[in-house]
């Protein structure tokens, strides 16, 4: 099943530090049997990449834990459950979530630290209030929300590229090219093929002061229903090899078909196909077309600054 939310994991994570854990990590197997979470489910990660959803849960549901008083932490990744939270099990409740450890003392004044006692910043509050009625822990609330910002840029960056003109697009290309660092060097130099006669080649990106080590690009503007086949890629590597080229990159706002991908194993060139919705995710990561609007920085203990020193 999938892995559930952190509050459902709160009292199965008490409950596997009483039998012993004493970290996060070791309390996963124990959820994952105990869920029956699939292996494949265990290792999903995080839209950050960092971090599997059941680490972070189970992390959270630590925390919660830790704030009512339910657990302790004698050194740094070690936990231990409290009398406290022995005396919570012995209770054996059916469940255990924020409203339950809102009868704890220290977790409520913990929530309350997140409160302004400005009453003009009162309707503030529930955004920063660390208590997501979800259930969904508040790191994972905000990737999931600039998930939803990014995928909806990516459309809005796709749809203005249907509209560009084919000169504008060509140029646009280059300049992704340039911030992704090719021919970025001393000797780089970009440049644009005549819009007539240029032989299936949209522009060249030159790395090196004799033109030895050169980029062909393809650069069309297609239809999203309209994948580029391969007949395109066929010409396009034609084209390459009338140059005397071996590396090459073809873009479109489309997509490729499988028999144009297919076809790239059985040829010797370098080329590297990109489709619209890759084409955008650059875009966005390399700057080019977009702005930063606004920035939010998350930050973390450093563990390695608290460390004991050595000796």
């Not at 869920?35 to 999903?44: C, G, L, N, T």
């Not at 009512?68 to 409740?93: N, Y």
Request: hydrophobic share 40%; charged share 30%.
């Amino acid at each position: 099943m999938p892995v559930p939310d952190f509050q459902t994991l709160m009292l199965p994570v008490l409950r596997a530090f009483d039998s012993g854990a004493e970290t996060v990590g070791e309390c996963l197997p124990i959820l994952q049997k105990m869920f029956d979470i699939s292996e494949e489910e265990a290792a999903e990660l995080l839209p950050s990449g960092t971090m599997t959803y059941l680490r972070n849960r189970a992390g959270w549901a630590r925390t919660y834990l830790a704030k009512a008083g339910l657990l302790s932490s004698p050194r740094r990744g070690v936990h231990r459950i409290t009398e406290l939270g022995r005396k919570v099990l012995a209770d054996r409740p059916e469940r255990i979530d924020i409203k339950y450890l809102d009868r704890f003392p220290e977790f409520s004044e913990w929530r309350q630290t997140f409160k302004s006692e400005d009453a003009d910043l009162t309707a503030r509050t529930a955004a920063v209030d660390p208590t997501p009625v979800s259930g969904v822990p508040p790191d994972e609330l905000i990737q999931s929300a600039f998930s939803e910002i990014e995928k909806a840029l990516e459309d809005d960056l796709l749809d203005r590229l249907q509209s560009m003109h084919p000169v504008r697009f060509e140029r646009l290309i280059l300049d992704l090219l340039k911030a992704m660092g090719y021919g970025a060097g001393t000797f780089g130099k970009h440049e644009m093929t005549k819009a007539s006669g240029d032989g299936g080649i949209d522009g060249i990106i030159h790395e090196d002061a004799l033109g030895l080590d050169a980029v062909y690009i393809q650069a069309k503007r297609y239809q999203v229903e309209t994948k580029v086949g391969r007949p395109a890629i066929q010409q396009f590597i034609g084209s390459l090899t009338g140059e005397g080229a071996t590396k090459g990159v073809f873009v479109t706002t489309s997509d490729f078909s499988a028999e144009a991908q297919g076809y790239l194993a059985k040829v010797q060139h370098r080329v590297k196909l990109i489709g619209g919705r890759e084409l955008a995710r650059l875009m966005i990561r390399h700057g080019v077309g977009v702005r930063d609007r606004v920035a939010y920085v998350i930050r973390s203990v450093d563990e390695d600054y608290f460390a004991d020193p050595e000796g």
